[in-house]
T-cell receptor, first 109, second 112 residues
Framework: KNEVEQSPQNLTAQEGEFITINCSYS?????LHWLQQHPGGGIVSLFM???GKKKHGRLIATINIQEKHSSLHITASHPRDSAVYIC???????????FGSGTQLTVLP | EPEVTQTPSHQVTQMGQEVILRCVPI?????FYWYRQILGQKVEFLVS????????KSEIFDDQFSVERPDGSNFTLKIRSTKLEDSAMYFC??????????FGPGTRLTVL
């Protein structure tokens, strides 16, 4: 069974700061997902990656398969980035995801 | 942009009652999922569904739970006899050939 750990649990930043959220997993995976959960509870998929790096706007996700580690970076953070960021691991051919506990990000103006 | 929809947004029920949570996945998607999130806890996988049958299920998904795709558009989760500990947010998701899953807004289930 895959264990997914995220750090930090809580993160407060000033607007404009560079943000990094980390995720590690215990078992080899087929894909690593980064999700954003809004205060109302809705979940949005940000990235799915199995190797290397992906970028979308101010968000960058990287994964190191050998080290079983992924990071989500936010450049030039903004208060609207405030949300819970969750990583989730999919193993083998399974589409079953194992979720981390999330990182609560608060960006202050 | 296509999206996954769920109804109702909030369901309140008495312990022991049956509830059906409804989801309309994105129309050309092939894989469907249910997840739950107990307040303050991690999101947990319940079940995945493909080609009109369950493809995977977690330990949580016991005989009290069932899923169905009764027509070409709806995907339902039934809890036969609700318990207090079933109170949670239930998320439906769907995916196409790729692995990216698109989540619905969730149904908050409160069991009294």
């Amino acid at each position: 069974k895959n264990e997914v750990e995220q750090s930090p649990q809580n993160l407060t930043a000033q607007e404009g700061e560079f943000i990094t959220i980390n995720c590690s997993y215990s078992v080899g995976i087929s894909a690593l997902h980064w999700l954003q959960q809004h205060p109302g509870g809705g979940i949005v998929s940000l990235f799915m990656l199995s190797s290397g790096k992906k970028k979308h706007g101010r968000l960058i996700a990287t994964i190191n398969i050998q080290e079983k580690h992924s990071s989500l970076h936010i450049t030039a953070s903004h208060p609207r980035d405030s949300a819970v960021y969750i990583c989730a691991a999919g193993s083998g051919s399974a589409r079953q995801l194992t979720f981390g506990s999330g990182t609560q990000l608060t960006v202050l103006p | 942009e296509p999206e996954v929809t769920q109804t109702p947004s909030h369901q309140v029920t008495q312990m022991g009652q049956e509830v059906i949570l409804r989801c309309v996945p994105i129309s050309n998607h092939l894989y469907f999922y249910w997840y739950r999130q107990i307040l303050g806890q991690k999101v947990e996988f319940l079940v995945s569904f493909y080609n009109n049958e369950i493809s995977e299920k977690s330990e949580i998904f016991d005989d009290q739970f069932s899923v169905e795709r009764p027509d070409g558009s709806n995907f339902t989760l039934k809890i036969r006899s609700t318990k207090l500990e079933d109170s949670a947010m239930y998320f439906c998701a769907s995916s196409g050939q790729g692995d990216t899953q698109y989540f619905g807004p969730g149904t908050r289930l409160t069991v009294l």
